[in-house]
Each structure stands twice: as C-alpha cells, then as structure tokens.
C-alpha cells in the first residue's frame, strides 16, 4: 500500500471555477510535505513545501494546506485557468526520503 | 525552467540492451536523484547521489546502476532492458529542501 494516496484521481472542471485535491499519507518521521505541478510529458515544478509548523502556504493561485496531526493536506486551485490542466502529486519527506503519490490529474475546460 | 536538462528526450531500445540516459545538473547542486516513473503512476525512487558516492538506493535491482561527475551530470545505466523498464525517467538535482527536476526521457522497450 503507498504510503501517499491522493483523491481523487483525476477531475474535470471549467475555466474560473476553483478545485481541491486531497492527499493523506502515512509516512513518518514527517519532514516536509510538497505539492508539484507535472505537464504532460514534462518534469515535476514544484509549487509549495510545508513543514511540520505551517498549515497552509500559497503560490499564486495555489494554496496548499497541512493537517500534521490527521496527516492530510490539500491543494486548493482558485479561478482556474487552461494552463493547470495538468497531474498534481503530492510528495512527503521524512528521514531524507521522498515518498510520492501517485497524483491527481486536472483537465480544465473552456 | 529549472536548469536541469536531460538527453536524449525519447529513446527506443529492444529487449536485453542496455541503456545509458544523461542529466546536467545546475552548477552547485551536488545532490541529484533519478526516478522512474510508469505511465499514470509518480515516480519512483531509482537512487541518489551525493559527491560522485550513491547515498541511497530504491527498490530497483542492480542492473541500474548510476555515476555522478564532477561537473555536476550524472548517468543512469540500465543493462539487460525488460518491457517493464518502459518508463518517463527523471534526474532531479537539490538544493536544500528543493528538487529541481529535469524535463525527463521517455524510454520504451520493445
């Protein structure tokens, strides 16, 4: 069983509406958990990391929260454009480990 | 861009042979990772390298095997290619907390 599982799977939605992935993971000792945006063919850029003190980090229109004591965390998309369709992967470090999940795959419509 | 360039982009190569597949690192990164990662999976942890020494290694058998210059590139060698090896595989170098991952080669076995 991977130790970051990220829901849903993949998603749909339209140009200007907002999203939310989700990522829980049971990977301990927790360092840092990442988000990372991954175009088609193309390696993963990160957008945010977070450490066991922060519960929420933005980048743009990219918020990403963390709920150490649940092991969840989310990446919320605001006012969606084109260009984040994409896979969203959620990644946790702990002990100089990166642990990945599988990701979530965005398609936004016109 | 992150500064991290990989060669060649695509490759096909057929059962049994053997492959070496290059990154180039920014300058200063002494810490570069290699992953593979399967068609709708995240990456998987191949190894990493830290000043030209392997410092941690995945869950992948001894037929890949890796070498790190000091010019900060680094090869990724798999010998006696299975169909399975088909894959996007990534070099992604450190800095501090942050990877910068390269563009990635696609590799299909046939």
């Known amino acids: 069983k991977n130790q970051v599982e990220q829901s849903p799977q993949s998603l749909i939605i339209l140009e200007g509406k907002n999203c939310t992935l989700q990522?829980?993971?049971?990977?301990?000792?927790?360092?840092?958990l990442r988000w990372y945006k991954q175009d088609t063919g193309r390696g993963p850029v990160s957008l945010t990391i977070?450490?066991?003190?922060?519960n929420t980090k933005s980048n743009g229109r990219y918020t990403a929260t963390l709920d150490a004591d649940t092991k969840q965390s989310s990446l919320h998309i605001t006012a969606s454009q084109l260009s984040d369709s994409a896979s969203y992967i959620c990644?946790?470090?702990?002990?100089?480990?990166?642990?990945f999940g599988a990701g979530t795959t965005v398609t936004v419509r016109a | 861009e992150t500064g991290v360039t990989q060669s060649p982009t695509h490759l096909i190569k057929t059962r049994g042979q053997q492959v070496t597949l290059r990154c180039s690192s920014q300058?200063?990164?002494?810490?570069v990772s290699w992953y593979q990662q399967a068609l709708g999976q995240g990456p998987q942890f191949i190894f990493q390298?830290?000043?030209?020494?392997?410092?941690g290694r995945g869950n992948f058998p001894p037929r890949f095997s890796g070498l790190q210059f000091p010019n900060y590139s680094s090869e990724l060698n798999v010998n006696a290619l299975e169909l399975d090896d088909s894959a996007l595989y990534l070099c992604?170098?450190?800095?501090?907390?942050?990877?910068?991952f390269g563009p990635g080669t696609r590799l299909l076995v046939l």
């Open positions: 300058s200063g990164h002494n810490t």
């Open positions: 992604a170098s450190s800095w501090g907390q942050t990877q910068y």
């Open positions: 390298y830290y000043r030209e020494e392997e410092n």
């Open positions: 990522c829980n993971y049971t990977v301990s000792p927790f360092s840092n």
């Open positions: 977070m450490t066991f003190s922060e």
């Open positions: 990644v946790v470090s702990a002990a100089a480990k990166l642990s």
